[in-house]
Structures are given as structure tokens and as C-alpha cells.
């Protein structure tokens, strides 16, 4: 499998689309979050939810979120100078990405080549990943902040959480995952799920960000609830490249905004 991702890689397959993330109080089209895509001959997509496991079990990952985070920052550093505004950049970092040990000097020297302004970036992590050596993690984390980087935790509400770790982490976003957002406003233990994730993280001082919102009244909910950002297939599904940049043209240029 190692050699299949190495050529892979080798051969340009892989591809990265830029989902839009939304301010939801203005509308407002802010950043984008990265994600990997592996067509295949046939026209079909290898979905990232198989081929990063694998790439985290055979250590590949490591290659590919390097080729990951090059090519995001690249695409992201060009829109910037093409709009001339900041654009927020998310990119996911995996298990074996967050603990390997040049991942702190592999970033550094990177951003020192793209010149890419590292107040623009984000990295996700999962909880599990943060949580688990959570001392380690803490002092990796606190080394990424040094470099000037944003992080969030990913999925947050389905993995293995402690709160008394949660306050320690040097984060700055919690994303509520899509599963939660997905039964609003017809469920209301989701509801309650997520105001409650929403003011906690508030009150530890930290912005919230919605993943998977598909609907209008998910919207309209979310902002009830002061949720800042939101990303989903309301606002745009993730696109290649060239298409998110129309997006983003249509939307910026033109003062055009999300309603709501
Ligand atoms: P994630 O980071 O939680 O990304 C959000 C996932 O939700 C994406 O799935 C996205 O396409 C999907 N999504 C966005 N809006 C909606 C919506 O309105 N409804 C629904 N049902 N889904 C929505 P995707 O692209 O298949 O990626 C799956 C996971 O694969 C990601 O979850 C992330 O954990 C991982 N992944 C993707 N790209 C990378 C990468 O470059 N590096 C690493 N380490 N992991 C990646
Ligand atoms: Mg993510
Ligand atoms: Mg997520």
C-alpha cells in the first residue's frame, strides 16, 4: 500500500478541495477548509474517510500531509495576493501527523518558503488525538501557537473528551461535528447538544465553527445560538480549486453575502 500511495504521490493524483467556511452573523465568505481527494481511472473518488486510515497505518500520512499542507498554503497564499483580503486556511492534521517528531520544524521551514502569513492557518485535530498523551500534546500544541497558527479540535463531541483537559489545551476553536448539526431542528437532544457545546465553549473563551449545515433552519439556529462559523453543503460543497475561487470572486467582489 505504501508504494501505491508513494507513486500516487508521485504522479500528481492526489487533489485538494477547499470547502467555503462562512461568518454566520455577516454572511460572509472567511476561509476554507482543505480536503484531500484520490480519483481513480474510473472517474470515482476514493473517499479521504478510507485512504487517510490507510495512509496513517502504513505512515505514508506523513508524506501526504506534508504534500497537503504545501499545496493548501501555496493555493491559499495566491488568493490572498489575487483578493488582497485574508483568508482563512483549515487543514487537518492526523494521529500519526500531530505526534511525529519534525512536524513543528517541518511546518516552520515551510511557511518560510510559501511566505504564507501563519495567523491564516488553522490545523484540526481531533479530541481523541489531543487527548490522548494529552502532556505531550499540550506542549506540541503550544510550540504550533509559538509559530503563530490557529487550532481547533475536529469532530468535537464524538470522540473520548475530559473537560479537565479541554480547558488546558491551548485551542482556539471547538467544530461541532455534522453529526449533531444533522437533526436540527426536529431532535431535540441535538438542540440541547448543541447550545451546550456552544456556551461551554464560549465560556472558556473559545469560537465555535458548525460543520455538515444543510439547512436554512440549521442556520437559523446556530446563529440563535452566537455559533460564529459554519460550513456545509448550504453554503457550498467542497470544490476544486478553480471553482471555489469563483465562488470566492462572486462573493467578494460582488459584496455578495450568504442570506440570512
Ligand atoms: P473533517 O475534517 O471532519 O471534514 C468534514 C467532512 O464533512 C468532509 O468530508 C466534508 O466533505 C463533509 N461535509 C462538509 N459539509 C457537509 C454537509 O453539509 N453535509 C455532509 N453530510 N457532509 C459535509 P470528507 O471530505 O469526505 O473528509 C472526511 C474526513 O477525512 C475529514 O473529516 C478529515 O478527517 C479527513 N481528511 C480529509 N482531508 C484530509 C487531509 O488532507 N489530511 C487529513 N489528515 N485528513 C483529511
Ligand atoms: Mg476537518
Ligand atoms: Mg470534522
Not at 131 to 144: C, E, K, V, Y
Request: aromatic share 10%; net charge negative; hydrophobic share 40%.
Amino acid at each position: 500500500m505504501h508504494r501505491r500511495f508513494a507513486n500516487a504521490l508521485v504522479n500528481n493524483e492526489f487533489v485538494l478541495f477547499y470547502q467555503p467556511v462562512v461568518d454566520l452573523q455577516t454572511g460572509e465568505i472567511i476561509g476554507c477548509e482543505a480536503l484531500c481527494r484520490w480519483p481513480q481511472p474510473d472517474n470515482t473518488f476514493t473517499p479521504p474517510d478510507t485512504f487517510i486510515p490507510q495512509a496513517e497505518a502504513s505512515g505514508f500520512i506523513v508524506q501526504l500531509g506534508e504534500w497537503v499542507l504545501r499545496t493548501a498554503t501555496q493555493q491559499a497564499f495566491a488568493w490572498q495576493k489575487r483578493f488582497d483580503v485574508p483568508i482563512l486556511l483549515e487543514v487537518n492534521l492526523s494521529a500519526r501527523q500531530f505526534v511525529h517528531y519534525n512536524l513543528v520544524r517541518s511546518i516552520e521551514s515551510m511557511l518560510a518558503n510559501v511566505q504564507y502569513r501563519p495567523d491564516c492557518l488553522e490545523f484540526e485535530i481531533t479530541e481523541t488525538v489531543a487527548m490522548t498523551n494529552a502532556d505531550d500534546s499540550i506542549g506540541i500544541m503550544r510550540q504550533l501557537k509559538n509559530l503563530g497558527i490557529s487550532l481547533a479540535l475536529d469532530d468535537f463531541g464524538t470522540g473520548y473528551s475530559s473537560l479537565s483537559h479541554l480547558k488546558r489545551f491551548p485551542i482556539d476553536k471547538l467544530k461541532i461535528d455534522k453529526s449533531f448539526v444533522r437533526d436540527i431542528p426536529n431532535y431535540g437532544n441535538d438542540l440541547a447538544i448543541v447550545s451546550a457545546i456552544i456556551a461551554m465553549a464560549h465560556a472558556l473563551g473559545l469560537k465555535v465553527q458548525a460543520e455538515g449545515v444543510e439547512t436554512e433552519a440549521q442556520a437559523e439556529f446556530l446563529r440563535e445560538c452566537e455559533c460564529e462559523l459554519a460550513q456545509g453543503y448550504l453554503f457550498g460543497r467542497p470544490l476544486p480549486p478553480d471553482e471555489f475561487e469563483e465562488l470566492f470572486e462572486r462573493y467578494h467582489r460582488g459584496g455578495l453575502v450568504f442570506k440570512g
